[in-house]
């Protein structure tokens, strides 16, 4: 298959086209919306094995995978109509007037929420299906209220382009403007770039690289009239084992763990990447077990070529590091799948080297040894910002304990207490987004019905006639 990529002037017509929309779709009531996040995934689980065989040729992530990823694919399209059914997106707060002077006296004021406008979606490699052309973040902003125009990955181009036409026909089919939905594809960054500073997108989603989201939020920032940026980048999600977990099961612990680490070949955004172990021979055993599990299990390969040239950088920069002790270092070649690497090093020298912190994308991890819990904390506070923080042995809140999960809550914005980070739920409760520079915006998610948020902008109408007061939190 052969496709074209996005001339500029094909972009302007389609941004043209999505901020057109909006001029109805904003205002769209309820049952719009919601006929059509549910049209999307019907329309996805009718093309199931065809999908589903050309994201598998595209990514190798296997036909298990892909199907119970399109599975999730669907019910958030679902799970976000039902938020709109309920009302989420026109939810507002009646303020009635106070007679008096201020402080105390008001007007009546309605606090009501709008939705942004167009919004730019960068589709996720590592995701083809979720984080991707009709994923979390176009559910999120349709629901909202906002046309969507996406930016096709190149890791699956030809499944990007099937599912956009997929799309495309929903949208006329249920008689809505074109402009809905639309997508531009295209080599490098340029057309991404494009898109970020066309003067009619109102904000942008991206979930992929520290380098390629940074870049993105500049041209964000740097526009005549800036707009957020809501990007998820890196994350190493470090995982605290304490001594009272290692003692109660700890060979179970490190087969699950070495299932976290090389699930989807290490390519989840919340694969641990650095496990804080206690000095001793409990540590000492649990590495070993660890290790074993590790070399046991069978990676398929990585989405991309330049994926996998990352991954064998960052395992050569660790594997030469003069501070770390080589564990597992299997190596394979270019054209087999890659082998799971771990390597150790004590607290000291991590805290000593900051190339140490940053994220190695891939099956691979680093376990960091430490004395005590003050260690333990030292880690999390230097590697900074991230997805998840894991604990496992906090049972018991002892002044020691509560400072660590502490400690956690800082740098994360997901604290697990059993478990494994990788598998993120689709939920109310779910925050899946923490300080940069696992995120641009700490303050939101990609992930659960609040990332609506992110597409909604609040507006106070004071002293609102009756009709637009009846309208109850409905834009206009």
């Known amino acids: 298959m052969t496709f074209q990529d996005t001339t500029v002037s094909q972009l302007d017509a389609i941004v043209n086209a999505a901020s057109n929309a909006f001029t109805t779709y904003g205002a769209s009531p309820a049952a719009t919306r919601a006929a059509l996040l549910r049209g999307l995934a019907d329309a996805l689980e009718s093309q199931r094995t065809a999908l589903v065989a050309l994201a598998d040729q595209e990514t190798h992530l296997g036909t298990a995978r892909l199907n119970g990823e399109l599975d999730r694919t669907s019910f958030q399209l679902r799970g976000f109509a039902t938020q709109v059914e309920q009302g989420?997106?026109?939810?507002?707060?009646?303020?009635?007037?106070?007679?008096?002077?201020?402080?105390?006296?008001?007007?009546?004021?309605?606090?009501?929420?709008?939705?942004?406008?167009?919004?730019?979606m960068f589709s996720a490699s590592n995701f083809p299906f979720a984080?991707?052309?009709?994923?979390?973040?176009?559910?999120?902003?349709?629901a909202a209220g906002c046309p969507v125009v996406v930016k096709a990955h190149r890791g699956h181009r030809a499944l990007s382009h099937a599912v956009a036409d997929l799309a495309?026909?929903?949208?006329?089919?249920?008689?809505l403007p074109t402009g809905v939905f639309g997508m531009v594809d295209g080599r490098g960054t340029e057309v991404g770039m494009s898109l970020v500073q066309h003067p009619l997108i109102a904000a942008a989603a991206f979930t992929g690289s520290v380098r390629g989201g940074l870049a993105l939020e500049k041209a964000a920032q740097s526009r005549p009239r800036p707009i957020p940026f809501f990007g998820e980048l890196g994350s190493v999600n470090p995982l605290v084992a304490l001594p009272s977990a290692l003692a109660a099961k700890g060979a179970e612990l490190a087969q699950g763990l070495a299932g976290s680490i090389t699930m989807g070949c290490g390519q989840?955004?919340?694969?641990?990447?650095?496990?804080v172990v206690p000095q001793g021979a409990p540590g000492d055993a649990f590495v070993a077990q660890l290790a074993d599990a590790l070399k046991a299990s069978t990676p398929h390969h990585m989405l991309t070529a330049q994926m996998r040239a990352g991954f064998d950088a960052g395992r050569a920069a660790w594997a030469t590091h003069p501070g770390l002790t080589t564990v597992l270092?299997?190596?394979?070649?270019?054209?087999?799948?890659?082998?799971?690497?771990?390597?150790?090093?004590?607290?000291?020298?991590?805290?000593?080297?900051?190339?140490?912190?940053?994220?190695v994308f891939g099956p691979a991890a680093l376990v960091v040894r430490v004395a005590g819990t003050a260690e333990a904390i030292e880690v999390l506070q230097a590697i900074g910002g991230s997805l998840t923080v894991t604990i496992w042995g906090a049972d018991e809140p002892s002044e020691e304990v509560v400072a660590?999960?502490?400690?956690?809550?800082?740098?994360a914005g997901r604290v697990l207490f059993s478990g494994y980070p990788t598998g993120v739920a689709v939920s109310a409760g779910q925050q899946h987004g923490g300080p940069f520079p696992s995120s641009t915006q700490p303050g939101s998610t990609s992930v659960g019905w609040a990332a609506m948020d992110r597409f909604l902008r609040?507006?106070?109408?004071?002293?609102?006639?009756?009709?637009?007061?009846?309208?109850?939190?409905?834009?206009?």
């Open 88 to 120: 989420v997106p026109f939810a507002f707060t009646d303020d009635p007037a106070v007679a008096g002077a201020p402080p105390v006296g008001h007007p009546h004021l309605m606090r009501v929420r709008v939705p942004v406008g167009p919004v730019a």
């Open 404 to 411: 660590l999960v502490r400690a956690a809550s800082q740098v």
């Open 268 to 275: 989840f955004c919340t694969s641990p990447g650095v496990i």
């Open 168 to 175: 495309r026909g929903v949208v006329a089919a249920q008689g």
């Open 131 to 142: 984080f991707s052309v009709l994923g979390g973040d176009t559910a999120a902003a349709l």
């Open 329 to 359: 270092g299997e190596t394979a070649a270019e054209s087999q799948p890659p082998r799971p690497f771990l390597a150790q090093i004590n607290a000291a020298g991590f805290l000593a080297d900051p190339a140490l912190h940053e994220e």
């Open 458 to 476: 609040p507006v106070a109408l004071q002293d609102a006639p009756g009709w637009l007061a009846a309208r109850q939190g409905q834009p206009c």
